[in-house]
């Protein structure tokens, strides 16, 4: 393989609709306006073009990875048309929240717990459009409450716990 390595990539996974930003970090990255990424699972793959930001930082965006579905991947670099890195990062593709299959729960739902001005909470458990649970954070979530038949939007503090739960 070539001088140079990865060491990472963050964030490490991200929708199978692609184009999420990420940083790969690594050693000896070659300044290069010729730098390619490969997500792989060893039978599929997606390329696409990198940036060089230093010797030990490449960015680019992902792929999509709909047409494989959701997987984790090996993610290599090539620079100046070298062989790809022989070390690799991981990258899990997931497949996008769906609001309607999630499901929240806890005391903040009940009707009789709502008092104007007072907190309240519960959980959410995100899950994708196939009904499966989510294992990763970072969904943007937006609260309604309806009262009377109308929805209002309300401020919320939303605490993520990066594995598909929020509170």
Known sequence: ??????QSVSPNNGPITGNTPVSIKGIGFIESKSVQVKFSDGRR???VPGTYVSENEITCNTPSFE???????MVRVSIKNDPFTVNKAMFAFFVNTKASK???FGPGLLPEAGKAGRPLSF???AKDSTGKNRNSGGDAITVFVTCDGVASEVPTAIHDYKDGHYK
């Open 102 to 104: 999630s499901m929240a």
């Open 123 to 125: 959980m959410l458990q």
């Open 67 to 73: 047409k494989f579905g959701p997987m984790e991947v």
């Open 1 to 6: 393989g070539p001088a140079y390595a990865v």
């Open 45 to 47: 793959e997606a390329n």
